[in-house]
């Protein structure tokens, strides 16, 4: 074996993108789902109803996916988990709100 030569070029096609089906367009990734995760999201940082869209979003988003096939089912998960945490955080400072754990006192001394 002499190792003057060059390596043998790749094979055709090699590190190329899989090319999709005959007459198909490639599935994407499910626009519910995005919107689940920002929802979510949203209702975690400043406005916790937005849990509830973000549940019902992921809930429609994994419908979507399961019958066309996209992508997205890991952002409609963290959409539902992030939902969920909202509305939790939304229900536990309500009821602290409401013991009177927390005292909001308006006046200026």
């Known amino acids: 074996m002499s190792y003057d030569q060059p390596p ?22 499910s626009q519910r789902a995005i919107w689940s995760l920002v929802t979510g ?19 429609s988003a994994k ?14 998960t963290a959409g539902l988990v992030t939902g969920i945490i909202a509305l939790v955080l939304m229900v536990v400072s309500i009821i602290l709100i409401a013991t009177g754990a927390f005292e909001f006192n308006f006046e200026t001394s």
Request: aromatic share 4%.
């Open 63 to 76: 419908e979507e996916i399961r019958s066309t096939g996209k992508s997205g089912d890991g952002l409609a």
């Open 41 to 59: 999201i949203l209702g975690l940082l400043c406005c916790s109803p937005l849990g509830i869209v973000a549940i019902l979003l992921s809930r």
């Open 8 to 29: 043998p070029p790749p094979p055709p096609g090699y590190g190329a993108a899989p090319q999709p089906p005959y007459g198909g367009q490639p599935a994407g990734t």
